[in-house]
């Protein structure tokens, strides 16, 4: 079963808009997905039909708001193979996802953590925070000349003061897919914990926590089609329990008196305060809308994009390509030559492209790669082949007016 593009395409309201006088070409979707009607329904419905707080009803309303809420946490959980909705934390963020791992672990002066150099901010800086506050040391697993983790060299970087690996499942940059159960393997032979940034991975492939055993597994609802103020930590239910909390607050608690304080099991342990209610509910509707797609016909698509952009780009020999890993995902970085980044997405925007230059959140990579920014095509499940080329087409005319 192939994918039906009008059909789907369709169903994203958004999609049908023009920019600047040109029919929009969206082509930064690993900074945020566009939605579906059945997201923006599923959401609306909530507020217009059933809407109340969670978990400390003894009303319609609240009992009906919580089922929805939980249903989503129960679709969550079978959409990544977690063995129980239990497993699942409803955060803000992906970024909040890794924080509150990283400010639950036990972690003392000379303790390692192992990144790699092609991490997202949000899988770095939380880290840097433990090596600021508690002294702990970050060690960085490089990348080779294709731009994929260098996984020969992770042996040699776990020791006996390793207390976590903490690397992407795929690059949002390079879209180098990481090995993920190959590396779980290499870090439980030593006894040490991994946890995944999985913001890309999961939107461009098959998830399945269960299968490559990942202690944690991070990511984000609003590049998944769903709505922003959403994101999702898997956690097995013993590094779970074992975390410190992150927040304090309402419903987080089993017991509070002036003396002394209980705490709930996760994952309510781990969700203080009114939870992101709607967009949970929102993100459930997104998952069901993906799955409804297919997701093999999705990823035989996006194959498709990648490899026609990928091969567009490699005739232009004023282009130099970041990422060339065969299975990556269809996340294309670029430069130009002789042009900024910045200026190359202002020529495509006025041509209706909307492409992402900067530094993706991913500075040690820039440095990594001697740039300071790229270029970045970026294709979800919505994109055309003639998008491709209407992409190309606008570079080519960027190029001419800036060298
Ligand atoms: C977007 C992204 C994040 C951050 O997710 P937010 O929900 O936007 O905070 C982290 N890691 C990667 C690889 C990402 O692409």
């Not at 925070?129 to 060690?139: D, H, I, M, Q, Y």
């Not at 060299?153 to 897919?177: F, Q, W, Y």
């Not at 984000?220 to 329990?241: Q, S």
Request: with cysteine; glycine share 8%.
């Amino acid at each position: 079963m192939s994918l039906n593009l009008p059909t789907l395409r369709a169903q994203f309201p958004v999609l049908s808009r023009q920019v600047h006088g040109r029919p929009l070409v969206y082509l930064d979707n690993a900074a945020s997905a566009q939605k579906p009607e059945a997201v923006i329904e599923a959401m609306t419905n909530a507020m217009r039909r059933s809407y109340a707080n969670v978990h400390r009803g003894l009303h319609a309303l609240a009992n009906e708001t919580t089922q929805a809420y939980e249903d989503a946490r129960a679709a969550v959980a079978r959409f990544i193979n977690a063995p129980a909705p239990e497993n699942i934390v409803f955060t803000k963020s992906g970024t909040q996802a890794v924080n509150i791992v990283a400010n639950g672990i036990e972690v003392e002066a000379g303790d390692e953590i192992v990144l790699s150099v092609m991490e997202h901010h949000s899988n770095i800086v939380p880290w840097h925070f433990l090596r600021e506050r508690k002294g702990a040391v970050l060690k960085w697993l490089d990348i080779n000349d294709e731009g994929a983790i260098d996984l020969g060299a992770l042996d040699a970087l776990i020791g006996p003061r390793t207390k976590l690996l903490a690397l992407t499942h795929m690059s949002n940059v390079l879209g180098a897919r990481t090995p993920a159960a190959e590396i779980v393997r290499i870090a439980h032979g030593k006894g040490v914990p991994v946890l995944l940034d999985g913001c890309q991975a999961v939107v461009h492939g098959r998830v399945d926590v269960a299968a490559f055993d990942a202690d944690f597994y991070a990511f984000t609802g609003h590049k998944l089609y769903g709505p922003t103020g959403i994101g999702v930590l898997y956690g097995k239910r013993e590094r779970l329990a074992a975390l410190k909390p992150f927040e304090g607050g309402g419903e987080m608690i089993d017991i509070v008196e002036q003396g002394r304080v209980l705490y709930n099991e996760p994952p309510h342990r781990f969700e203080a305060g009114t939870p992101p209610i709607l967009e949970a509910i929102g993100l459930g509707a997104a998952i069901a809308w993906f799955e409804a797609q297919g997701r093999a016909a999705i990823e035989a698509h996006e194959a498709a994009l990648r490899d026609r952009a990928m091969q567009g780009l490699r005739e232009l020999n004023w282009v130099r390509l970041f990422g060339e890993a065969p299975d990556k995902g269809a996340i294309v970085a670029f430069n130009a030559e002789g042009a900024h980044p910045h200026d190359v997405a202002q020529i495509l925007d006025r041509q209706g492209v909307a492409i992402r230059a900067g530094h993706h959140c991913a500075q040690p990579l820039m440095a990594r790669l001697g740039v300071t920014a790229t270029a970045r095509a970026s294709f979800a499940c919505y994109n055309t082949l003639e998008e491709v080329d209407v992409f190309l087409a606008a570079l080519h005319k960027a190029h001419k007016m800036l060298s």
